[in-house]
C-alpha cells in the first residue's frame, strides 16, 4: 500500500541556517504530494503541493521537487527564521481513487525548532 | 467566510462512555475527512464523506465508530463505549471539490483532543 516516510527529529537549527527535510513515498502510480505546517496551537496548514514528476512546490521560502526517480519530496529553505518553528508533515494522496477519494497519507511529522 | 470548526476542541471521556464530535467544513465544500492524531504521530484516515454519502469508511478502528453527514454539510463523528486507546486528536477537513488529476486542498479544523479515563 501506499506510505510515506520522512526524517524524524526534533530538528534543531539556528536562524538563517539552510534546512532539509526528507521525504520518500512508496505508491502505485502517480500520487500528489504535499507538504502541511502545523505550528503551535494551530491546525494543519498546506506548505506546498506538487502533482506531477520534477514539479516544484514553492511557498514562503520553502520548496520541494517530485522526483519520481528517487521517489521523494525533500522540502527545503534556504534561510530559516524563528517563525518556521513548528511540526512539517509530508503527505500523498492517491488522484485516482474511487469517488474522487483524495485521503492523505502521512509521515509521522518532523518538530523543526530555530533558535534566534 | 470561516474556516472549517469543530466541537468541542477538548473532551474527556470516561472509559465505556459514547462520545460525539461534531465538525463544521467550510460552506459549499463537497469532499470531507476525517482523522485521527496520536501524540507524536501523523494523522491516519478514517473516513471520506463526498456530500452526504459515506464513500470510504476503510479507516474507521472498529464498529464502535460511526459517522455521519445527513445533509451533506455538517458531519459528526461518535465514538461508542470509548476506550483508552481511543485518546487522539480527532481532525476534520473539508475540499471544495475534486474531478479528475486535479488535486483540491484540504483545510483542516482544530481537531478535537478527546481524553478517555
Known amino acids: 500500500g501506499n506510505s510515506v516516510t520522512q526524517m524524524e527529529g526534533p530538528v534543531t537549527l539556528s536562524e538563517e541556517a539552510f534546512l532539509t527535510i526528507n521525504c520518500t513515498y512508496t505508491?502505485?502510480?502517480?500520487?500528489?504530494l504535499f507538504w502541511y505546517v502545523q505550528y503551535p496551537g494551530e491546525g494543519l496548514q498546506l506548505l506546498l503541493k506538487?502533482?506531477?514528476a520534477d514539479d516544484k512546490g514553492s511557498n514562503k521560502g520553502f520548496e520541494a521537487t517530485y522526483r519520481k526517480e528517487t521517489t521523494s519530496f525533500h522540502l527545503e529553505k534556504g534561510s530559516v527564521q524563528v517563525s518556521d518553528s513548528a511540526v512539517y508533515f509530508c503527505?500523498?494522496?492517491?488522484?485516482?481513487?474511487?469517488?474522487?477519494?483524495?485521503?492523505?497519507?502521512w509521515g509521522l511529522g518532523t518538530s523543526l525548532a530555530v533558535n534566534p | 467566510g470561516a474556516g472549517v470548526s469543530q466541537s468541542p476542541r477538548y473532551k474527556v471521556a470516561k472509559r465505556g462512555q459514547d462520545v460525539a464530535l461534531r465538525c463544521d467544513p467550510i460552506?459549499?465544500?463537497?469532499?470531507l475527512f476525517w482523522y485521527q492524531q496520536a501524540l507524536g504521530q501523523g494523522p491516519e484516515f478514517l473516513t471520506y464523506?463526498?456530500?452526504?454519502?459515506?464513500?470510504?469508511k476503510s479507516g474507521l478502528p472498529s464498529d464502535r465508530f460511526f459517522a455521519e453527514r445527513p445533509e451533506g454539510s455538517v458531519s459528526t463523528l461518535k465514538i461508542q463505549r470509548t476506550q483508552q486507546e481511543d485518546s487522539a486528536v480527532y481532525l476534520c477537513?473539508?475540499?471544495?471539490?475534486?474531478?479528475?488529476?486535479?488535486?483540491?486542498?484540504?483545510?483542516f479544523g482544530p481537531g478535537t483532543r478527546l481524553t478517555v479515563l
Open positions: 460552506s459549499g465544500h463537497v469532499s
Open positions: 506538487a502533482t506531477k
Open positions: 505508491a502505485t502510480g502517480y500520487p500528489s
Open positions: 464523506f463526498q456530500n452526504e454519502a459515506q464513500l470510504d
Open positions: 503527505a500523498l494522496s492517491d488522484p485516482y481513487n474511487a469517488g474522487n477519494n483524495r485521503k492523505l497519507i
Open positions: 477537513a473539508s475540499s471544495l471539490v475534486t474531478s479528475g488529476i486535479l488535486t483540491d486542498t484540504q483545510y
